[in-house]
């Protein structure tokens, strides 16, 4: 039996060590908000914290996690950066299909925490493992400089007018 | 080919006392006899207290339709948007006519239908306004979710809606809609309806799909196309740990159930560990001279030759011969894989008295098909619940991996959710075809385009050209040029192919207008002064369908648009800089684009900012989410730009993120969006912006560092050896 703590709450678990977290949370959890992408720690969809620090879900046996705090998409409203890195996406309307932005949410949240003005620079560092297919990463950049308290050039309106 | 649109409503009472409007919806061509084909269904309902929800009908991938029809709804039908939900509709071609996510079409094909939905519905409410107080139409106004007479007694609409619902409903289209400039709804930003619920991590994709009861399942399949199981122990695998059961299923299609050994267990990944314990035998023959060498030097050698003839206007060969200046050059694209970020998956509970499917998939009611197909079942016991797709980018048309959900929980006796792994989505795509391309082009001593020649070496299958692919697209030099002729030579092929975001144009784009681009220089010419000489607006042989077919005078706007946006005339050449131009049209929509790229010595490149200029007619729905849809097309096509699917022995070579390099973060470019409003029908945008990024890049390259760029994927050693070369 393995006891985890996610999103605060300590979970009961029946899993051999070797099982990977993001199939702990989507499949024995039932949070579905952890996506999976590639299995191969190659785009960021399943990134989650432990301790803060952003890891790949899809890489990491869950018998290694041992008392480290995992937090979730389903729980990171609970953070403040997390809270500002959400309303951000909402107000610059980031979201194309939307099904890495969980994981752009975890790593932008992890950013803001250890770094709480990112330059262009540090974003390119920090997001460089998040994929979006979709390409949103003009307003994701935007977004995170938003919730971080920098000036935006909010250009979602300009240019549809005559 | 014109389309008229009738639409015939029926109504209801929904059992929460709200309205319910049923449309059917009969599309019937001008010449064919008018019979109708009608089903019914609901779009709007309304509840006591002023809550409306209205029906998104189309798949929703990203390309933000599920908010965007629903607007065309909530304007005509004069509520707040605050007060409306949406619901993604049942999948049911018979109400709700075509349901699918393609070719850019939402926006073209229900602009006025969804307008007409929403005028129809407050026209009901109006109606029963009317009767309450034995008053006509005309003594009415609507705003805001209430109906007003002009003594000023006012309805809301949740209490007309009862009412309104046992009315005898209007021809809709013989109803008059608002004024554009009274608008409060099309044209304004409405954010994602979806985008709070995916923020807080909300279950709403095909993958997150949970039922009581319901095991997981990997299908293994062999990675060449077309090879057949010959044998497979199953017995390790049966004993792993969570595994319920395996078993092999033998294949029907290529497009949906192919021989394979499914995998079920109590976990997805229980399920996909199992699968190392199996080592099936396959026979893989029919792979065997299925290469990318292979193709490569067949076509070399094609291309040597003359192809079959497409189309000719004119004598290009005479034309060609009396020409100033003369251009010939081979290009070639490759294959590319679609991996949108959710893999392919589906849920299914098979029964004997109906299937219950739930997928995210682009073409719903193909789904259903397929099923019944696959099952030997009626179709009308399948229900097919459509999810909020992943991504799609055209790979979700396909519906194989519904399919394999349905076989596999029909065998399996229990709710069974498919998830593909990453390595399947690549292994198993039907990927965008590659191809191989001969121009020649000639200009006359005016400095116009006298002569042009095209022959690509395209791949077939049982002779016929692979799905996804064309011989001759939408290329501003054919279309412009007096004297063409498009021919085309034949690969054979087993690789399964398919329709990736923009198909046909994202490739022919690149071919023809790089080589437009040398045309341009060879002769010159400014590229953009080139191609406005030649954008005449008196061709306009081309002008031929409702949308507007290709009009010259359109692209001649984007284009002047994108020349004063991107500051053109006064670019400047610096050291390991330059800028790049190209247009195209596809999807209805005119874009016409400029890059400027960095290149350094050993090869890097990269895009600092793309102007992209675009027509899409008169009005845009939702400005955000059509400028996202824009910014994201233009970085796809960068990305795409370095990617490539390669095959050996009749398999992919690439497996995962690792091999396809993908625009990230550091690559994103800056992307300058503008609309230029026409007098044309609103079109889609999910497409159209993409295709011009690629040779306006290329473009871009050679104006940084003297490099022509005929091959893609465009790797920094081919970059840097070019450079050295160049120098040498």
């Known amino acids: ?162 | 080919m014109e389309t008229t649109r009738r639409l015939f409503l029926k109504s209801g009472v929904l059992a929460g006392g709200g309205l319910l409007l049923g449309f059917g919806l009969s599309a019937c061509t001008e010449k064919d006899d008018p019979g109708p084909v009608t089903a019914v269904t609901d779009y709007v309902a309304i509840s006591s207290d002023g809550i409306v929800t209205l029906i998104a009908k189309n798949p929703e991938i990203g390309q933000g339709v599920m908010t965007s029809l629903p607007m065309l709804i909530a304007e005509e039908l004069d509520v707040l948007w605050a007060n409306v939900r949406i619901e993604t509709a049942a999948s049911d071609d018979k109400r709700f006519g075509a349901q699918f996510a393609g070719g850019s079409m939402a926006t073209a094909l229900e602009y006025m239908p969804m307008r007409q939905v929403g005028a129809a519905a407050r026209w009901l409410l109006i109606e029963a306004a009317a009767r309450r107080m034995k008053a006509t139409h005309d003594a009415f106004t609507t705003k805001a979710g209430k109906v007003r007479h002009k003594d000023g007694t006012t309805f809301d609409y949740g209490e007309l809606a009862a009412e309104a619902a046992l009315l005898a409903p209007p021809d809709p289209t013989k109803l008059t809609l608002k004024d554009p400039k009274n608008f409060l709804l099309i044209g304004k930003t409405q954010k994602g309806y979806d985008n709070p619920k995916i923020v807080r991590g909300e279950p709403i994709f095909g993958i997150d799909v949970s039922l009581p009861g319901m095991l997981y399942a990997v299908y293994l399949k062999s990675p060449v196309y077309g090879a057949r199981l010959i044998s497979c122990d199953l017995s390790a695998a049966k004993a792993a740990n969570g595994v319920k059961d395996v078993f092999v299923l033998k294949g029907t299609d290529m497009h949906g159930l192919k021989d394979g050994i499914a995998i079920v267990a109590t976990s997805w990944w229980y399920a996909q560990a199992a699968r190392a314990l199996l080592s099936p035998v396959w026979d893989e023959a029919v792979g065997k001279l299925h290469d990318s060498e292979i193709y490569s030097q067949t076509a070399k050698t094609l291309l040597l030759g003359e192809g079959e003839v497409k189309e000719k206007r004119g004598n290009a060969d005479a034309a060609l011969r009396s020409a100033t200046h003369t251009f010939d050059a081979e290009y070639n694209v490759p294959f590319l894989a679609h991996v949108p970020m959710e893999p392919q998956n589906c849920t299914a509970v098979v029964k004997a008295e109906g299937v219950e499917i739930w997928a995210p998939t682009q073409q719903p009611n193909d789904g259903k098909a397929l099923i019944a197909k696959t099952l030997s079942i009626d179709p009308a016991i399948v229900t097919v619940h459509m999810r909020r797709c992943g991504g799609g980018f055209g790979r979700r048309l396909e519906n194989d991996y519904m399919a394999e959900a349905a076989a596999i929980a029909q065998k399996a006796g229990a709710p069974v959710k498919l998830v593909w792994a990453r390595e399947d989505d690549v292994a198993h795509d039907f990927f965008r075809p590659g191809g191989y391309y001969r121009v020649r082009a000639g200009v006359d001593a005016s400095g116009k385009l006298a002569a042009y020649i095209s022959h690509s070496v395209n791949f077939t299958r049982e002779g016929k050209i692979v799905q996804g692919d064309e011989v001759a697209g939408n290329a501003f030099a054919l279309t412009v040029a007096p004297h063409t002729r498009i021919e085309f030579s034949k690969i054979e092929t087993t690789i399964p192919t398919g329709y990736l975001r923009a198909p046909v144009s994202n490739a022919l784009a690149f071919v023809h207008e790089t080589f437009c681009d040398e045309i341009a220089h060879g002769a010159g010419q400014d590229p953009i002064a080139f191609r406005l000489a030649h954008l005449n607006a008196h061709i306009d042989d081309y002008n031929g369908d409702r949308f507007g077919g290709y009009n010259p005078s359109r692209m001649r706007a984007v284009l002047k648009t994108v020349e004063e946006r991107s500051g053109w005339r006064s670019r400047a050449s610096g050291k390991g800089e330059g800028m790049g131009v190209a247009t195209y049209f596809s999807h209805h929509g005119y874009f016409a684009e400029v890059a400027k790229v960095r290149v350094t010595d050993d090869g890097k490149w990269r895009v600092l900012k793309v102007w992209a200029v675009g027509d899409v007619g008169n009005q845009i729905v939702n400005p955000s989410a059509a400028k996202n849809q824009v910014e994201g097309a233009v970085m796809d096509g960068i990305g795409s730009m370095s990617a490539e699917i390669t095959f050996s022995k009749g398999r992919a070579v690439q497996t995962n993120f690792q091999d396809i390099p993908m625009m990230r973060m550091p690559q994103a470019p800056e992307v300058d969006v503008q609309f230029v409003l026409s007098e044309f029908p609103p079109t889609g945008l999910g497409e159209p912006a993409l295709p011009p990024v690629i040779p306006a890049v290329a473009n871009a390259i050679f104006a940084a560092c003297g490099v022509r760029l005929r091959q893609l994927p465009l790797t920094e050693q081919d970059l840097r050896a070019a450079i050295d070369t160049a120098r040498t």
Request: charged fraction near 20%; glycine fraction near 12%.
């Open chain 1, 1 to 162: 039996m393995i006891t985890l703590s996610v999103n605060g709450q300590p979970r009961q678990l029946k899993v051999p060590d070797e099982m990977p977290l993001l199939w702990v949370l989507r499949d024995e959890l039932d949070l579905k908000g952890t996506k999976f992408g590639c299995g191969v720690a190659q785009c960021g969809a399943c990134t989650v914290h432990i301790d803060g620090e952003p890891v790949r879900a899809c890489i990491t046996p869950v018998g290694g996690i041992g008392d480290g705090k995992v937090v979730t998409i389903e729980g990171i409203a609970g953070n403040r950066q997390g809270r500002a890195i959400q309303e951000a996406w909402l107000e610059l309307d980031v979201i194309q299909c939307g099904y890495c932005q969980a994981g752009q949410i975890m790593t932008a949240t992890a950013l803001l925490t250890q770094n709480p003005t990112p330059d262009d620079a540090a974003i390119d560092v920090a997001m460089e493992g998040n994929l979006c297919r979709c390409a949103t990463y003009k307003r994701i950049r935007a977004a995170i400089k938003s919730a971080s308290g920098q000036p935006v050039d909010d250009t979602r309106n300009r240019g549809t007018e005559a």
